[in-house]
């Protein structure tokens, strides 16, 4: 099978222009169940094996897992790694397998993300500012980084493509990226850019126009690990929730929008979001937020309690 998955995989890469994290991780899915229906069937696995395998062998699979302790969210991954596998074989090799689309993905429960106060964001810039006082281009960069996560709503790995020559010149709006290898144009604020300048005229490197605008303190494009690690950092020191992470700040902007009146279309948009459902998960958020204000704080909470 070896040839077989390497194949699907290159597919993915080349044709569909999967991320690579989703590229690692469907190749670690395949391979698992692949692993378990050898040990499951008794023999080794070929395209012929693939084509047999029926509802009890992957309810079997499914219930491996869950003895493993894989969350529904990872069992839901694995199974759409499976169903792509095998539409590829079926394409390329004419296997047909329809048991495959009798097994139900787990649910997966709905986390929201919260979202953090203007005030915390605001406190970050200090303390950046007292953390990294030996080093103030690597503060300056890290407030850049907040700012711009914070002002434009972007992933930590959207934020981290961005080259030198994509905010040259300030532009309305940059183009992005996103998953999927999708573009969208999202449009930034002159505060991110004041940021972004100051970070810049400090950085002692990475300053051709095609250079990684965010560098490390030895001059490499800056990982999502290290950008993590900063807001960790902050986190501890201004003794944060547990829930103030660079994917919290995409999420007080979006929660911050939809409260200054956004459509969700343009939300979606602007997130770069394929599925206008995760959009709508801010809906939630903003309406629990509302309901919380108002059973605290509006006078006539209180008399509706009374006239009950």
Known sequence: MNDHVADFISYLTQTKHYSAHTVVAYERDIWAFIRFYGNFCGADIDLAQMAAADTICFRAYLADRQRNNMTPKSTARALSALRGFYKYLGRRYGIKNSAINLIGAPKIPKKLSKAISPDNVADMHGALRELDADNPWIAARDWALVVLIFGCGLRISEALSLCNRDVAARPDAIRIRGKGNKERLVPVLPAVYDAIEKYVALRPFGHAPNDALFRS????????????????????????????????????????????????????????????????????????????????????????????
């Open 217 to 308: 303190i030895r001059g490499l494009p800056m990982s999502p690990r290290m950008a993590q690690k900063s807001i960790e950092m902050l986190r501890k020191y201004l003794q944060l929730p547990d829930y103030v992470t660079p994917h919290a700040l995409r999420h007080t902007f979006a929660t911050a929008l939809l409260a200054d009146g956004a459509d969700l279309r343009t939300l979606q948009e602007l997130l770069g979001h394929a599925s206008l459902s995760t959009t709508q998960l801010y809906t939630k958020v903003n309406m629990a937020e509302i309901s919380n204000i108002y059973a605290h704080a509006h006078p006539r909470a209180a008399q509706s309690d009374d006239d009950a």
